[in-house]
């Protein structure tokens, strides 16, 4: 689990997540502003959590950018633990956070994980 915790830290700064574990899971919660269910990607594969997220702005056609330091676009690969899989694994988007739970087994086939919008 220790790879999990550390790929969590090394996802850029503007993302802030959670890791929680129960007896029969894993619980990642990441708070991503500006995404929603449609704009999110999140697959298992490799033993690895892909995320693919991209944030949607919107620039007044009278304005122009002086700073932009909201990223678009979030491309993660996080190392799963050894007991964690994809299968049965579960994911909800609200309000720009997004949960992932993933089940703790054997082996973490590939999977593309379905984001429910609350």
């Known amino acids: 689990m220790s790879a999990l915790r550390d790929a969590l830290r090394e996802l850029p700064e503007a993302v802030f997540a959670d890791l929680l574990e129960s007896d029969d899971a894993y619980l990642i919660v990441l708070d991503l502003p500006g995404v929603s269910a449609e704009t999110a990607d999140i697959a298992v594969e490799n033993k690895k959590l892909v995320i693919e997220a991209r944030r949607e702005k919107a620039l007044p056609p009278e304005f122009r950018y002086v700073r932009e330091d909201r990223s ?8 799963l633990p050894p007991d964690a899989t ?6 909800n988007m609200s309000r720009g956070v997004l949960e992932i739970r993933l089940p703790k087994r054997e082996a973490a086939p590939e999977q593309t994980i379905e984001i429910e919008d609350a």
């Open 86 to 91: 994809g299968a049965g694994a579960e994911a």
């Open 72 to 79: 678009l676009f979030l491309d993660a690969e996080i190392p």
